[in-house]
């Protein structure tokens, strides 16, 4: 009894603290204002993003029009797929071998490695891969969209690697027991039981994927070759040419994606065993 | 009753003519967690027979091992030494799919993405049995546990007491040689678990199959087993049938473990054969069972359950101690009376006749037959 109204107490004070209501509120504006701004002029019938006139579609129609757009759009959703593809598969092989091994030496380097792509700073991953893409460019004579398509694959890993891996951590250890217990051998118990009850956590780390392989900026910026521009670096080329209601309406378009994906990775994470 | 301490078969709880086929040999089995300095033994040199179409109880506080002896006969660990025959094949280092064994887990781990008809089909499938033989099997499971109505349910929409029938039927259908069962009332409450100790035991004797069934509670493997394993810090104390665990526990931690008992200290004199003097606090003398025959004279701890006791007038003959009514504790059926005696020790006597005032004198009846002379 007591205990219980000290808590309620305290939890209460969290909230009457002096400021905390100014604060939240400032923290929200900051985050969401400019993001209202740019979807708010992405509807303006007019060439300003400062100025409103009226109210109009336009701006969304030029978007759809524009080649430039198109081709972007295209290439981005390509490599989006892809690298989500594999960055799955890689990362639930590395998941299992994480959580249904037992305890190993070097375990928390391997966490370390999978994880790397989160820490080091990703000008350094660029750089660094594109020295070595153009090394392989050279000895191997191939080109392509291709390194594109390894260089988003490889730092969408830790991405896809994070909600699949507690996925596995949340899941009773004694449902794959009874499965073996029940005559199933390792493969099919995967088949079976492992990998149906791990596809929540499949897509949510497949949303999150594509999520980050689509906004990447900076190893695509490096790394792609002519004719292997995505949304990101098109939106940037134009911005340097001056900004249009055009790119809001694309950004716009991105946000309303990003916020679908997102939504689905909230929904599939929440669903549980 | 069969005098244990003289039996060929001490300590296995089985008389030469009670021996069935062995189904399950643990031959000496020790398994230790960890390596080198931080290794813990969690079963020491274990060994156990276990008869076709037994229900047999591994009972003991948490940590004794029995989980760990039941998941060395599953598959889901390795022994560190030491055998484990079942039908007599070696089956120690084989993995759980590849053991004619099947368990029913504390947690039921039913499979929640599959119905429960899917859970039940599941060791079949995997056993690759005719579509024809799933069917009929399927059914004949469903029904056995009384679930056919709910077939098609998700296992999440089940409660306790249904999943616990699911978790049985499935680990039931590949008829299994034996049945591993791992605490599997304790999430249910204590009406429900009544039922379901009848249940299994109709399971066990329509199916046929021998049980393996791990509990704490010791109240649950005297009411099921046939016979029973009490177990402690790894090691096995006393194999018994439920009576003669409770009538003639060998060591004081069984007899402290199951039950309600008195242990008392008194002095122990002459032996012969499975018998021994004791002298009682307070100069009275009988004849009591000795646990083993190695106890050596001097001091020991003799044990004896209070319904086997009976209040007698302080200066009746029947008197073995005498002492103070200390306390009295109604439980519906009976009282639990508290006689302290005169060196301090106290006494408990069940009884459901009328008792005497507090803190008067009384003598205590202790039939001889009933005390067992403990091995610590």
Sequence with gaps: MVDLSFRRRRMQDLRKQPGFDQIAIACMFVLYAPIVVLVVFSFNDNRSVVRWTEFSFRWYAAAFGNDGIRNATLVSFQVAAFATFFSVIFATMAALATTRTPAFRGQTAAYAIINQPLMVPEIVTAVATLSFFAILKRLTGVTGIGYLMVAHTVFCIPFAYMPIRARLEDMNLSLEQAAADLYATPLRVFWRVTLPLLLPGIFAGAMLAFVVSLDDVIITLLVAGPGETTLPIYILGQIRRGITPEINAVSTLLLGLTLIFVTLFFFLGRKRT | ?376
Aim: glycine fraction near 8%.
């Design chain 2, 1 to 376: 009753m069969a005098d244990a301490a003289l039996s060929p078969m001490k300590g296995t709880g089985l008389d030469e003519a009670e021996q069935g086929r062995d189904m399950v040999l643990v031959d000496r089995v020790t398994k230790e967690f960890g390596r080198g300095e931080q290794a813990v033994t969690a079963l020491d040199a274990v060994s156990v027979r276990i008869l076709e179409n037994e229900f047999f109880t591994l009972l003991g506080p948490s940590g004794c091992g029995k989980t760990t002896l039941l998941r060395l006969i599953a598959g889901f660990e390795l022994p560190t030494r030491g055998q484990i025959l079942l039908d007599g094949q070696e089956i120690g280092h084989l993995p759980p799919y590849k053991r004619p064994v099947n368990t029913v887990f504390q947690s039921y781990a039913l499979f929640p993405h599959m119905t429960v008809s899917q859970n039940i089909r599941f060791g079949l499938e995997m056993l690759r049995k005719p579509d024809a033989e799933i069917e009929q099997t399927t059914r004949a499971m469903l029904s056995l546990v009384r679930m056919e109505a709910l077939a098609n349910r998700r296992t999440d929409q089940l409660s306790g007491g249904q999943q616990q029938r699911v978790a049985l039927a499935r680990a039931l259908a590949p008829r299994p040689k034996v049945l591993l069962l791992d605490e599997p009332l304790s999430a249910l409450d204590l009406k429900l678990r009544k039922d379901m100790q009848i249940e299994l035991k109709r399971l066990q004797n329509e199916t046929g199959i021998t049980f393996v069934f791990v509990t704490h509670d010791q109240e649950e493997a005297l009411t099921m087993s046939d016979r029973v394993a009490v177990m402690q810090a790894g090691n096995i104390l006393q194999i018994g049938a439920p009576k003669e665990i409770y009538n003639r526990p060998a060591k004081r931690f069984v007899a402290d473990f199951i039950g309600d008992i008195n242990i008392i200290d008194a002095t122990l004199g002459n032996v012969t054969g499975a018998k021994g003097q004791v002298t009682l606090p307070g100069g009275a003398s009988l004849t009591a069972y000795l646990s083993d025959s190695s106890i050596s004279q001097g001091a020991v701890s003799i044990a004896f359950r209070p319904e086997n006791l009976r209040l007698v007038a302080p200066d009746d003959a029947a008197a073995s101690v005498i002492g103070q009514i200390e306390n009295v504790v109604y439980f519906g059926s009976g009282s639990n009376v508290h006689v302290r005696l005169e060196n301090g020790t106290t006494v408990v006597v069940r009884t459901s006749d009328s008792i005497g005032a507090l803190d008067a004198r009384t003598g205590v009846e202790i039939p001889e037959e009933h005390v067992q002379v403990l091995v610590d």
